[in-house]
Structure formats: C-alpha cells, structure tokens
C-alpha cells in the first residue's frame, strides 16, 4: 500500500471488468471515433448518394406527373357531378355522391380536412372542400360509378381505367418512397399524358407529336431558355432521338453545316423521297467542297487532304440523286455557302409550334460525330413578363441560316 493511495486488488473471472457476460439491460459504449467521422456503418459513399438521387428524381418527375392527372381529375368530377349533387345536398354534394359504398374513406376525408383546417394547413381557400382531399383511387371510383354522367364526354371508359391502372403502381411507389425503375416511369409518363389528353385539358397537355414535352420541362423550362436536351456527343443523341423521330412526318426541313451527315447517313434517300412528296420542303445548305474553308477544316481535324472534300462531295450527290426523282424538285433545294462553317443545324418544322433543332458547334480538333449537341424546342416556350427580350436560342439559329442562305448559291 502506497502512501496515501488505495492499491485495489487484481480483478479474478467473476468481476464485471472482465466478464465477457453482458448484464441484462446494460449498454454496451461504442468504440471511440475519429474526429469528424459518423463511422463506416452510418456512412453513405458517393455510390449510395449516387442511387438515392437517382430515386429522387425519378420520384419528383413521377410526382409532378401525378399531381397534374389528380388536379385535372379533380377537376372534371367537380364540373360533372357538383351541378347534379350539389343543388340538393349544397357544401355536402361530395358526401351525397359517394353514397354508402363509399361512407368509409369520404368520411376519413372530411376528418383530415377538419384537421389540417384547425392547424392551419389549407394555404388555399380553394382547398377547403371534401374534393380536394379526395385520393386519385377514389376521384376514380366516383367517376367510375357514375360513369352515365362522363359518358357524354368520353368515348372510351376502358382506356381512362387502363391509364389509371398504369398510373397506381407508381403511385403507389411514390406514395412510400420506394425505388422507382426508368421503366416504370417512362410508363407513368406516357398514360399520364395520354390521360390528360383523354380528359380534354386543351392545348397545353404536356405532350407533342415529334419530341414529347416533359412535366419538369413544362415546369421549370424558363432556366434553360428553349433548350430541352443536350448531349455528350452525336452517337447519344442517336440513342435517345433516332433520325426517323426527328425527321419522320416533317413538313419543313432545313439543314446547313459541312457535310449533314446527320441527315444523309441515318435517314435513307428512299425515306427522303417519301418525305418531299408528301409535302415537305426541304433546304439543304453544304459548305462548298471546293472552298478553302474545307481545306482548313482539314488541316483542323489533321486528316488527309481531299479527304473531307470528297466525303462533302459525295453527300451533295447522294442528295441530287434524291431531288432528281421528285415530282417538284422545287421543293428540295440545295445549296452551297463558301464561309468558315461555324455550326450545323437540323431545323424541323422551325416556322411551327412543334418546331425541333439539332444544333452542333464546330470544334477545332473534333469530328462532327463527336460534339456536344443541343436539342431545341421552337415556338413553345412560355414567356414569363419579366423575360419578354429572351426569346431562346431557337430563333437565333434560324435567322443564321435564313442569311447564310441568302448569300449561298444553288447547285444544279
């Protein structure tokens, strides 16, 4: 024994500093951490943010998609049944329509209004009514039992219901954050829009016939001007937006750049033939492939003189082969410009609404195959008040090519 001090005996396998036997009840203290460390087994890499913002975001675009389908389906059973239900029963015409099928889940309904009314959650008079707090199931269910009432509207019964099936698994998934697959969601997509249009919600239904308008797009699209894709390089843009889907069913078509290889190497002579006599007009507009731009270009791309110009060459003839069986070879023109190509574009139906370009930037030491491109929307942009001088970069391209075709020459 020291002095002053307490020497305590060495503890034997019975005492609790070396019983492996942990007491019932007692909590065992986690090891010490690094500083700054949450430790392996709470800790997410950059694999695992990686695949829940891939859910988020399939689970916002879905949600987004969803929520326009139940505000129109609101909509639609308040235009059709509050004018039968309503004179009779007044503020209670949701309850009267449920009938007694239905008494369960309208009454869970006029609970939950009642609560988010005494906490303060109705943001918007609009929404203090039984129909706002109605499910997409059950806006479905009042529509199905009184379909008498829809059918004038309607034609088909069956395919409302076959787009709202297709439309409850993703609800579903959404509606308890599970994983949402690209597929399922690209299905979610297509009925929802097929069943906006079924429903008549006019001519702003996000859906077009070339390049389909997305809900986020429709949202949010005042970020990005008119751009609505853009791609790492030619070949991913072939992927997701094949030539037929770009050029298949034009009724105007206009295209300058070197060699528009775009067009002539993925979309066949045989279709262009197709396309011109059913009444599309087109303008093709080549860099000369005599000019000393093509030799610059050449010497750019550091391949072999003569190469490129031949290559240009042989294209403008595949296309005079074209013209050559027309009925009006009028309306296929093709031309030819001597200047530093800076761009080359695909205008698809530019004068329209449903207008699409393909626009590609010339890099020094970068084939045309692999360039980054940009995908643009023409004439459907919503114009917020404050952005009435941006117009998008849709117009900007076609002026550039209205006056590079007026300077050009026609080849014969």
């Given at each position: 024994m020291g002095s002053g001090g307490l020497e305590?005996?060495?503890g034997d396998e019975g005492h609790e500093g070396n019983s492996t036997d942990v007491p019932p009840g007692a909590v065992s203290l986690a090891r010490p951490m690094e500083m700054g460390s949450i430790g392996p087994e709470l800790d997410w890499g950059a694999d695992a943010w990686r695949e829940v913002r891939t859910r988020a975001q399939r689970a916002g675009r879905a949600y987004i998609w969803l929520n326009l389908v139940e505000q129109r389906l609101r909509a639609v059973v308040a235009a059709v049944l509050r004018p039968i239900y309503e004179p009779v029963h007044g503020d209670e015409w949701v309850?009267?329509?449920?009938?007694?099928?239905?008494?369960?889940?309208?009454q869970r309904a006029v609970a939950v209004r009642e609560v988010s009314r005494r906490k303060g959650y109705l943001l918007d008079?609009?929404?203090?009514?039984?129909?706002?707090?109605?499910?997409l199931p059950q806006l479905r269910e009042l529509m199905v039992q009184h379909w008498p009432c829809f059918e004038p509207y309607f034609d088909e019964r069956r395919d409302v219901e076959l787009a709202l099936d297709e439309l409850e698994v993703t609800r579903n998934v959404v509606s308890r954050n599970r994983a949402l697959s690209e597929a399922v969601l690209g299905q979610a997509e297509r009925a929802a829009a097929k069943l906006l249009e079924i429903l008549g919600a006019?001519?702003?239904?996000?859906?077009?016939?070339?390049?389909?308008?997305?809900?986020?797009?429709?949202?949010?699209?005042?970020?990005?001007?008119?751009?609505?894709?853009?791609?790492?390089?030619?070949?991913?843009?072939?992927r997701q937006f094949p030539a037929e889907d770009l050029f298949g069913g034009a009724r105007r078509l206009d295209a300058i750049g070197i060699g528009l290889n775009l067009l002539v190497q993925?979309?066949?002579?045989?279709?262009?033939?197709?396309?011109a006599e059913s009444g599309c007009r087109v303008r093709l507009l080549f860099?000369?492939?005599?000019?000393?731009?093509v030799k610059r270009r050449e010497r750019e791309l550091g391949i072999k003189r003569g190469e490129l110009s031949r290559a240009v060459?042989?294209?403008?003839?595949?296309?005079?082969?074209?013209?050559?069986?027309?009925?009006?070879?009028?309306?296929?023109?093709?031309?030819v410009f001597d200047e530093t190509p800076r761009f080359t574009a695909y205008l698809v139906d530019g004068d329209g609404s449903d207008g699409v370009a393909v626009v590609q930037s010339y890099l020094r030491?970068?084939?045309?195959?692999?360039a980054p491109v940009l995908v643009l929307r023409g004439g459907g942009r919503v114009v917020k008040p404050g952005d009435m001088d941006e117009e998008g970069l849709f117009p900007t391209y076609r002026e550039e090519f209205e006056v590079a075709w007026a300077d050009s020459r026609p080849v014969s």
């Open positions: 305590l005996p060495p309850v009267a329509a449920v009938g007694p099928a239905g008494q369960e889940w309208v008079p609009a929404d203090d009514n039984v129909l706002s707090f109605l499910t006019g001519s702003d239904v996000p859906s077009a016939r070339r390049l389909p308008v997305d809900a986020v797009e429709d949202l949010v699209g005042d970020r990005y001007a008119d751009v609505v894709g853009v791609h790492s390089d030619r070949v991913r843009l072939l993925n979309f066949s002579g045989r279709r262009l033939v197709r396309l860099l000369n492939p005599a000019s000393s731009a060459e042989m294209n403008i003839l595949h296309m005079r082969r074209v013209r050559s069986k027309l009925r009006d070879p009028g309306a296929f023109e093709i031309q030491r970068t084939r045309g195959m692999e």
